[in-house]
Every structure is written in structure tokens, then in C-alpha cells.
């Protein structure tokens, strides 16, 4: 069991493995551990913490990746729009995907903003 926040070794290669894997037979299989034992440290707060914090940078890269992307599906589809040649529910279906897209986009920012300034508000509230 974790102590003290340290994982053990073989809590850290349960980790590993539970993103590697898809179930956690083969996780406990893929780090040398009891299924049974995974299943215990699966209820310990810092060993699920661990897993989380592994969760979280799996997802930071992979939003990165898709951000770096982001520009290029954009030109994408732009030239599919504006391509005379292309057939018309090609062209409809890239407007379509920029336009329900874009508008996502603009929805996740200002939520995002937002979310901002009530947090702001209620952390100058809470030092009253």
C-alpha cells in the first residue's frame, strides 16, 4: 500500500500498466501483480491520484497533438469548401463540420473566460 505519497515500484508499474492496457486483468498481467492486489490499491486515494495524474498528462499531449493539428483540418476544409470541382455534399459537409466546429470553438473559450472571472470572484469574496 502507498505511504507517506510514495508509491512502491510495483504500485508504479501498476500505474503504467493501467495506461497501457485496457482491462485491469492485463494491467495487473503487464506489471507482475496480483489482479486482486490492483484491485485493493484501486481503492487507495494516492495510488488512484497517481492514476489520475497519469490520466491528466496522457490527455495534456494528446491536446497538444490535436491543437498542433488544429490549423491544418482548418485549411482542410477551407479548400474542400472552395473547391468548384468537388462535389456538392463534399462542400455542404465541410461547411457543416466548420461552421458546428467553429462555433464549439468559440463556445468552450468564452465558457473558459467566464469560468475565469467567477473564479476570480469568488476567491476576492472568500478573502473578505
Known amino acids: 500500500m502507498a505511504q507517506n505519497g510514495n508509491l512502491s515500484a510495483a504500485q508504479r508499474r501498476a500505474v503504467a500498466a493501467i495506461m497501457a492496457t485496457r482491462t485491469t486483468t492485463a494491467a495487473a498481467l503487464q506489471a507482475q501483480v496480483a489482479e486482486r492486489t490492483l484491485y ?14 497519469a490520466e491528466a498528462d496522457v490527455l495534456a499531449v494528446t491536446t497538444r497533438a490535436i491543437l498542433a493539428l488544429t490549423l491544418s483540418a482548418v485549411d482542410t476544409l477551407k479548400t474542400t469548401i472552395e473547391d468548384k470541382e468537388a462535389a456538392a455534399g463534399v462542400r455542404v459537409r465541410a461547411a457543416d463540420l466548420l461552421l458546428t466546429h467553429g462555433g464549439r470553438w468559440y463556445e468552450l473559450r468564452t465558457l473558459e473566460t467566464r469560468l475565469q472571472a467567477l473564479e476570480s ?3 476576492r469574496d472568500g478573502k473578505k
Open 40 to 53: 485493493r490499491w484501486l481503492t487507495d486515494p494516492v495510488f488512484l491520484a497517481a492514476v489520475a495524474a
Open 121 to 123: 470572484e469568488v476567491l
